[in-house]
């Protein structure tokens, strides 16, 4: 799994770096910083090292995300972002998703979810309390 890993992390270190040179990418603010943030994403999602998030993986994806979906809902989301007609989305299909003008539900539920959790990261030390303070 290992060996698996470090292959797809070449893969996808060749695709931002597409992404990168892309003369119609240049534009985009923190592009850097969001390669990254799509990178650790679909690694998350991507369990068996293959390149590709296939169904089941969207599936258990979507389930993490409290967002659970049918088959044939998966099937369509899959159909919206897969460029290659694989069955499956890749890094790159995945990046040209989230870089890209138009809505997917995929992207749309992946958004929400990053801007969740910027908003949930408390900062600092808890406050103090007491029994007195429970309910």
């Not at 990254?36 to 590709?52: A, I, L, T």
Request: charged share 40%.
């Amino acid at each position: 799994m290992a060996k698996a890993k470090t292959v797809l992390e070449k893969e996808i270190y060749v695709v931002i770096k597409a992404y990168k040179d892309d003369e119609d990418y240049a534009d985009i603010d923190d592009l850097d910083e969001k390669l990254n943030s799509y990178k650790e994403q679909f690694m998350e999602f991507d369990e068996d090292c293959s390149g590709d998030i296939d169904l089941m993986e969207l599936k258990r994806m979507m389930e993490k995300l409290d967002q659970a979906k049918t088959h044939l809902e998966l099937k369509k989301m899959i159909a919206e972002v897969d460029r290659r007609n694989s069955g499956s989305i890749s890094f790159n299909d995945f990046v040209f998703m989230m870089l890209g003008k138009k809505s997917s539900i995929l992207k749309m539920i992946l958004m929400f979810e990053e801007k969740k959790k910027e908003r949930e990261k408390p900062t600092g030390e808890p406050p103090k309390r007491d029994l007195s303070s429970l309910p």
